[in-house]
């Protein structure tokens, strides 16, 4: 069993913006915005919304995904922290209700290639875009293609802390689970709300800080 691991969101935590939400809003034809209203009400589960919003998409295309992923960026200290992570050799996984392929598409553009994903999958048969969902758990309140509280409930046989990093609904789930977690925006809302314990951060200067304080202050001390 190993001391502990760092499970982080994706969208509007690494990557500055909510990559899915930006390319459907650029480039669905059709009325998706009802479709984005029906999953915010609850009448559509995330899964459904993404496969129907993913319909309203002409000529989607590797090409197109990718000029989309070059005007995406991500939190300026994630590299620097991943280093640091690397370098410590910690467990670090993204879990995500978005897509393994868009995710990928981003951090590789950052030099950041072998980062453990947990997510949605997605890939392409020649111009076929199919969406797979195997981190479903049709128990979750969520109702996400990606349960994090099944992930993380998982990954408790292997780790005695879990540190959690997010920033909005898709972590809703997961919030009372970890051991730490750092919130911010819509789940350092919903934490307020629900009387949920959580570390505030701005950006990944925050995350990094807190883990180099941390490595310093040596094995011996717990926290
Ligand atoms: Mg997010
Ligand atoms: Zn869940």
New binding site residues.
């Given amino acids: 069993m190993k001391d502990f691991c760092i499970l982080s969101d994706f969208d509007g935590t690494i990557s500055k913006k909510d990559g899915l939400y930006t390319f459907i809003s650029q480039y669905a034809q059709g009325d998706w915005q009802t479709i984005e209203q029906n999953w915010a009400d609850g009448k559509i589960d995330s899964k459904e919304c993404l496969i129907e919003e993913f319909k309203l998409i002409p000529n989607l295309s590797e090409e197109l995904i990718a000029k989309f992923i070059e005007t995406l960026s991500i939190d300026e200290y994630f590299k620097d922290f991943y280093d640091y992570i690397l370098e410590r050799q910690i467990d670090f996984y993204v879990v995500s209700d978005g897509i393994d392929y868009f995710i990928n598409g981003i951090l590789k553009k950052y030099g950041l290639n072998d980062i453990k994903i947990i997510s949605n999958h997605g890939e392409f048969n020649g111009n076929d875009f199919t969406i797979t969902f195997p981190n479903d ?1 049709p ?6 293609g ?7 409930n998982n990954l408790r046989k292997k780790y005695k802390k879990i540190y959690y990093i997010g920033d909005g609904v898709s972590d ?3 919030a009372d689970k970890a051991d730490v977690l750092f919130a911010k925006s819509r789940l350092a809302a919903f934490c307020q709300t629900k009387n949920i314990k959580y570390t505030k951060y701005v950006s990944f200067k925050d995350i990094f800080e807190f883990f180099m304080c941390k490595g310093q202050r040596g094995k011996g001390v717990k926290g």
């Fill in positions: 758990n128990d979750c309140v969520n109702n996400a990606t349960c994090k509280c099944a992930i993380l809703y789930c997961v």
